[in-house]
């Protein structure tokens, strides 16, 4: 099956400056990539994804991109601010051998933005 | 209502009792998930149903007992839980299983802690 791997585990950054958090996968197949906004206390929370057929997506202030070869893909987030502090998630979309579809979970990683 | 909403927020039980986790989604969906999410550990896919009918077991233990009587609603039955089975556990609806739109709403969770 699909393994994610993400990191770093923790991450603090001045406000104003920016994050990257990195993910790899296993599986070739996974097609669909999101990222989840987890702040405490909260529920998960889309806040972007990416499809294996572009290599970048850009939503204000928050980018991914992917890498199919090297099987990675990346969130960026710039000039950040207090309320990007949260848990951030990384997913792989991977088909089953029944043809059912799962998303695979990074760990997470704790963004903290220090005012 | 609007969302996924999950009922309790908090549990605590015995390892003998017998509970129930409940989730209600409002989005009209026809995909719902259980997961759970344990510290540092990535979010553990437990159980899928689609329209109302089971589609994934992740060779979760006979302790946990799902149950989906209509799409919009999704039980977890517990019982004879261990201490490891503390986590918080977070239904989930997708509009389809994530073959097209791809996006899981979730719900706030339930945490359960197990004595």
């Known amino acids: 099956g699909e393994n994610v791997e993400q990191h770093p585990s923790t991450l603090s950054v001045q406000e104003g400056d920016s994050a990257v958090i990195k993910c790899t996968y296993s599986d070739s197949a996974s097609n669909y990539f999101p990222w989840y906004k987890q702040e405490l206390g909260k529920r998960p929370q889309l806040i972007i994804d990416i499809r294996s057929n572009v290599g970048e997506k850009k939503d204000q202030r928050i980018a991914v991109t992917l890498n199919k070869t090297a099987k990675h893909f990346s969130l960026h987030i710039t000039e950040t601010q207090p309320e990007d502090s949260a848990v951030y998630f990384c997913?792989?979309?991977?088909?089953?051998?029944?043809?059912?579809?799962?998303?695979?979970f990074g760990k997470g990683t704790k963004l903290s933005v220090i005012p | 209502e609007t969302g996924v909403t999950q009922t309790p927020r908090h549990l605590v039980m015995g390892m003998t009792n017998k509970k129930s986790l409940k989730c209600e989604q409002h989005?009209?969906?026809?995909?719902m998930y259980w997961y759970k999410q344990s510290a540092k550990k990535p979010l553990e896919l437990m159980f899928v149903y689609n329209f109302k009918e089971q589609t994934e077991n992740n060779s979760v233990p006979s302790r946990f007992s799902p149950e989906c009587p209509n799409s919009s609603h999704l039980f977890l039955h517990l019982h004879t839980l261990q201490p490891e089975d503390s986590a918080l556990y977070l239904c989930?609806?997708?509009?389809?299983?994530?073959?097209?739109?791809?996006?899981?709403?979730f719900g706030e969770g339930s945490r359960l802690t197990v004595l």
């Open positions: 989930a609806s997708s509009q389809d299983l994530l073959d097209r739109t791809g996006e899981l709403f």
């Open positions: 989005l009209g969906h026809n995909a």
């Open positions: 997913a792989a979309r991977e088909i089953s051998g029944a043809g059912s579809y799962q998303l695979t």
